[in-house]
């Protein structure tokens, strides 16, 4: 249920989500601000969805000044730790001011956000506050943690933005779909961080508007690995079944691209140990799948964790260029502690694929991997689909004797 619910579907008929209640209760970090604040962007903004068209928005500036560019840098966090990264994290303040999500204008406070999302470097920021630091830190299963907030009267930059060369160009041209936008900083070589802070304060496409942060990192993620697939598809498929696993945060993450097989995806997301069910053998692990078709509709029981995935794991292939049937798993145990984001899952899968080693074929590989996880093996086999075809498929192969 946590799998597919994320603290968004309220599947448990409880709201707000017990699990990120917990975590804002037991972070609760106070920050001590007066009438103004000081620091260095990292940069980064926040686009909120509560109230869609009419959100909250706004940069988010720690107390720190200097370099702050870890704070937003999501692939140098796995292996901070816990109590490092959500320190580091809570310390950005959200300085929040309502916008509407239609408004075309780049001045006034909407125009001062998009000039931090535009910049790829620290940028000193002295805000004025329109109210006291208020509420409990934000934590999320989808965006990285945030401290408390603060309604913004004014905001002025002490140091300019950093903006790349790749970033004036296409956030210039108004001509230039989303989508595409979004495939040329990639190409050019923009980090995807700063490809989704970009999409969210609505830089990007012909018809521009803000997009909640939620939704631009999936989108970003999904749009990617789309353009991804379709060149993995005409590649040769890898000769020989891999396996990897990684372990961080409380999150385990085991990646099995199976040898001669054309591209299909799947990925299972197990809670089994955390909800203390991982002998339960009742227990059916979540999961959404695409064939080489890919799919149509949104993974609803996996949400932006799948996407996540897809896109580390598209990237890879593409780097080697080739293709394959690939399975993702993951599992969540009692090591994980709060809720942080998606960019967790990108990272870990990322790490998964640099332990890559062969396998006699995919049976082998998987026994491996599942043997590294503590959710029963019929749970994972209940739950997934291609999964369960594969076995099918290989079980006929051995009778046939073209088993890789």
Known sequence: MCASCKGVKHLCGVSPCPLIAEAASLYNVRIQAGESIYGSSPPSAFMGEAGYPKIMGGPLVPLDSGDTGIYEDSSRWIDL?????????????????????????????????????????????????????SGRPSFSFYTPPMGSSARLESIVYVSNPSV????????????????????????????????????????????????????????????LSKRLIEKIRSMPTIDVTMAGFHRALGNSF???????RGWWYEMLESWAPYLGAASDESYVVPSDWEDHLGRST?????????????????????SVNRQAGVF?????DRGWLAPLGVWRVMEGVKLA????????????????ILGLMKTSRLSWLRGGTLLRQ?????????????DR
């Open 254 to 260: 085991g990646v099995i691209l199976v040898g001669g």
């Open 81 to 133: 730790g816990f109590p490092r990264l959500i320190e580091m994290r809570l310390s950005l303040v959200r300085l929040m001011t309502k916008l509407d999500v239609h408004t075309q204008t780049n001045t006034g406070l909407l125009g001062r956000v998009q000039e931090v999302a535009l910049g790829c470097r620290p940028v000193d920021v002295e805000a004025r506050l329109g109210s006291p630091l």
């Open 328 to 332: 993702v798993f993951m599992e969540v």
């Open 353 to 368: 694929l640099t332990k890559l080693r062969g396998f006699e074929n995919a049976g082998t590989a998987l026994e491996h």
């Open 298 to 318: 949104y993974a609803s029981n996996l949400g932006g964790a799948y996407y996540a995935a897809r896109l580390a794991v598209a990237n890879h292939l593409y």
């Open 164 to 223: 790349p060369k790749a970033v004036e160009r296409v956030v210039g041209d108004r001509d230039l779909p989303a989508g595409e936008g979004v495939v040329e900083l990639w190409r050019s070589g923009v980090k995807v961080d700063h490809a989704q802070r970009l999409l969210s304060a609505g830089l990007l496409g012909r018809r521009r508007r803000l997009v909640p942060t939620r939704w631009s990192i999936t989108a970003v993620d999904d749009i």
């Open 390 to 402: 594969l076995l099918v498929t290989r079980t006929l192969d051995e009778f046939m004797g073209k």
